[in-house]
């Protein structure tokens, strides 16, 4: 089976250079409208003035060019793999390592190398995720970012050729802005993961769960369920200057589809920054919980219910210095 990104549900739009509250004073922050959405927005034209898409416009070696302007000597950690892999990073075929290899290299040498492959009918897959923008490139953002007012957002940038990122979820919220290239984003809400035949926990390509389905040809024999999760896939395409709001644990699958590929992101969190992350909780969950008798986890879910997702009545509100005080007491039980 092929899957045909077309016949998927497109994902809602604004076109920011017809947005009266967006174009009214771009020099404003954000709507909350768009950074609280519960459901994923493309932005059309966000950042198009942004220098960096400017010279990517032109040409992916004048982005190349412009981005050398900020290299001071960082090395990145860059994945590198076979042309047959058609530019999935994954794991290999029995799941016990990866399809693709990664090493520190320094920046400018990832840039050689795309560059070198620009007119390769089959290149090398070549990708750098998940990258402090400040520390790679100083000053870029100086030149090119999004206002997110009193938000303090982690910015990184992604570069690479045609890859594709399995569907994957991130705790934070997600702002993730084309500035060369084209990218394909399909995505899944988060009640879907049963659909997505997820990967193991404390085993994965980069740091979260992916699913181990090939979007582009999902065996339904194998994985039957994932017919369901496509009914309620919605994708959409971005060319450079555009942008997509994910929220918080939507699934997102992320295609390059052109030789020359920079994304720039932005995480936060709406909650308060002493709040744990709650895949620690779900770690625990599994050393505690999933192997008790049905009617212990029964019980426990009554516990997690009444404490934590319906808030008991009367419960007092917790703060830093409550959260401090329950962690002490978490590490004092773990040490034990």
């Not at 400017?54 to 982005?63: E, F, G, L, T």
């Not at 219910?305 to 329950?326: K, S, T």
Request: charged letters at 20%; hydrophobic letters at 40%.
């Amino acid at each position: 089976m092929r899957v045909n990104p077309s016949s998927m549900q497109p994902i809602a739009e604004i076109d920011c250079q017809r947005s009266r509250q967006l174009r009214a004073d771009p020099s404003q922050p954000l709507p909350d409208q768009i950074l609280q959405s519960p459901v994923p927005l493309v932005l059309r034209g966000l950042v198009a003035d942004w220098p960096l898409v400017q010279a990517a416009r032109r040409s992916p070696q004048a982005a190349d060019a412009y981005l050398r302007r900020f290299y001071r000597d960082a090395t990145v950690l860059a994945s590198h793999a076979p042309p047959e892999t058609g530019g999935r990073i994954f794991y290999n075929d029995d799941l016990s390592g990866f399809n693709f290899q990664s090493q520190m290299v320094r920046f400018d040498q990832v840039l050689d190398a795309l560059r070198a492959h620009l007119d390769h009918p089959a290149p090398p897959t070549l990708y750098v995720g998940s990258t402090s923008i400040d520390t790679c490139l100083p000053g870029l953002r100086a030149e090119n970012d999004v206002n997110f007012g009193a938000r303090d957002p982690l910015a990184s940038i992604w570069i690479g050729n045609r890859t594709r990122i399995p569907a994957h979820y991130d705790v934070p919220d997600n702002l993730a802005c084309v500035a060369a290239g084209r990218r394909r984003f399909t995505l899944f809400p988060p009640e879907q993961l049963a659909n997505l035949y997820v990967g193991p926990l404390d085993f994965t390509p980069a740091g979260q769960s992916v699913s181990l389905v090939d979007l582009h040809q999902p065996d339904l024999a194998r994985h039957p369920r994932f017919a369901e999760a496509l009914a309620h896939a919605q994708s959409a395409e971005l060319d450079a200057g555009d942008a997509v709001f994910i929220p918080s644990m939507w699934w997102h699958h992320v295609e390059g589809l052109t030789p020359f590929n920079i994304l720039l992101n932005y995480w936060w969190r709406q909650s308060p920054d002493w709040m744990d992350t709650p895949f620690n909780t779900l770690l625990l969950g599994l050393m505690t919980l999933r192997e008790l008798p049905p009617a212990q986890r029964a019980a426990w879910r009554q516990q997690f219910d009444h404490h934590v997702f319906d808030r008991a009545d009367g419960a007092a509100p917790l703060d830093a210095d409550g959260a401090r005080a329950l962690r002490a007491q978490l590490l004092r039980l773990l040490k034990q």
